[in-house]
């Protein structure tokens, strides 16, 4: 069984970044899950929504920005806000992180990388691997790159066709992503037992998300599956 933590150990640091990810690893986490976004000078920065005013201090630092997506402000200025203060005062200062900096850490601290690629434009793809590339340790069985976006995810498959890829979300017809995929993950509410064996079926892995409460995690892993996705790694552990 594999545990990712979404968004890093997320129940006890605020959602990716660098605290986050550092304290997955003393939680039992093999694998860190986080979101991938570009800056409006095309940084590869780590962030969920698509825009700030939840988990930063944008709507104060710059009160004339609204609504405050992420694709509108350069990494400078990404650089600026606190993404740490509005889950507790003892992050305070803690920033966006960008996705080099991340996989540095991770090397640091023996962590994969579940990597998923949010809202990708034109040319995600190629940058995204293009990043990965320069960090090769993380090639080597520690990375899976993951959408929603289809296309995402078939136009990675052919740039970089031995990554471990999968596809967010559970399509009813699972036999088009055989070739594609090799992981399907879907959200555990509603998760049977039949379309975990369809996917089996197909040779592909599942790794429900977000999965959290005991009564949960008991449930999908007698499913079977071969991995979730959780804030709360040490539970899993």
């Not at 605020?14 to 690893?25: I, K």
């Not at 559970?170 to 064996?197: F, G, K, M, T």
Request: aromatic share 8%.
């Amino acid at each position: 069984m594999q545990i990712y933590a979404h968004r890093g150990a997320s129940a006890v640091a605020p959602e990716n970044t660098l605290p986050a990810f550092d304290r997955a690893a003393s939680l039992g986490a093999g694998f860190v899950e986080l979101d991938v976004q570009r800056s409006a000078d095309g940084a590869l920065v780590v962030v969920h929504d698509a825009t700030l005013s939840r988990t930063t201090d944008a709507a104060s630092v710059f009160p004339d920005r609204s609504p405050w997506a992420v694709g509108d402000f350069p990494l400078a200025d990404l650089c600026r806000l606190d993404a740490g203060s509005w889950f507790g005062p003892e992050f305070a200062g803690a920033s966006i992180p960008t996705l080099p900096e991340v996989l540095e850490l991770l090397r640091q601290r023996d962590l994969g990388l579940l990597l998923e690629a949010k809202s990708p434009g034109p040319g995600a793809a190629g940058q995204i691997a293009d990043e990965l590339l320069k960090h090769r340790w993380i090639l080597r069985d520690r990375l899976v790159v993951q959408s929603f976006d289809e296309d995402f995810v078939r136009e990675f498959r052919s740039i970089f066709p031995r990554v471990t890829l999968a596809l967010l979300g559970a399509p009813a017809d699972v036999e088009p992503w055989v070739r594609i995929v090799d992981q399907i993950n879907p959200h555990h509410v509603d998760l049977q037992q039949s379309y975990v064996d369809l996917v089996h079926a197909a040779g592909i892995a599942v790794n429900p998300w977000t999965v959290d409460e005991p009564a949960d995690i008991a449930r999908v892993t007698a499913l079977g599956v071969e991995g979730i996705i959780t804030n709360t790694p040490d539970r899993i552990h």
